[in-house]
């Protein structure tokens, strides 16, 4: 997606925090317009079974940074194993390296965390890995690169964090700018506002 990120937490009617600092603020396009964007977009739609399902699945796909394709693909790896599909899924989203880069601070947004990735900032038990979907597990070390520590905006995004609380199944140490994955998060540890039973029933039709 390249399009406005502003424009999908109005399309979803709610904060996706894809923006980092602006989301806190007033330049928040939710707080200036709540409601979806386009002509029609104050206009109230009917909440059928299949609307509120849709947009379940939508919000969750943007929330993490992903197309239809690889979320789908997500979806059928949870399916198989055992457990609440649904629980499954969200396991498997919130151990994506780059989403966990974002919830130990050392990123201000899931877009920016994705591109430390991508741009070889970021070492697993001290090895570079510049693959966003890279998976991690229970006692993998994450930490920036030597050569990053010195980034400003890696230095702002730790400065931003301290206004989030980092997961129970993660640990971070931020003067050595690393944290380690301690056990894998159940529901109760991801604070997402979404319903993922609605995801399961869309797919399983």
Request: proline share 3%; net charge positive.
């Amino acid at each position: 997606y390249t399009g406005a990120d502003c424009r999908l937490c109005r399309r979803e009617g709610d904060k996706l925090f894809l923006k980092g600092d602006r989301c806190y603020g007033d330049k928040c396009a939710m707080e200036r317009r709540a409601y979806a964007p386009g002509q029609a977009g104050k206009k109230r739609p009917k909440d059928s079974e299949y609307r509120l399902q849709l947009r379940e699945k939508q919000k969750t796909k943007r929330t993490y940074g992903m197309l239809e394709k690889q979320f789908r693909s997500y979806y059928e790896e949870a399916n198989l194993q055992p457990g609440v599909t649904g629980e499954n899924l969200l396991r498997l989203l919130e151990t994506r390296l780059d989403n966990v880069v974002y919830r130990l601070g050392f990123a201000v947004s899931r877009d920016e965390a994705r591109q430390q990735v991508r741009h070889g900032h970021i070492y697993v038990n001290g090895k570079r890995v510049n693959i966003p979907s890279f998976r991690v597990r229970v006692g993998d070390l994450v930490s920036v690169a030597p050569k990053a520590k010195d980034l400003l905006v890696i230095k702002a995004a730790v400065v931003a964090s301290e206004r989030a609380t980092v997961p129970a199944w993660l640990e971070v140490d931020v003067d050595r700018l690393q944290g380690s994955v301690i056990s894998m998060p159940t529901r109760d540890q991801i604070d997402l506002g979404v319903r993922e039973h609605l995801i399961v029933e869309l797919y399983s039709k």
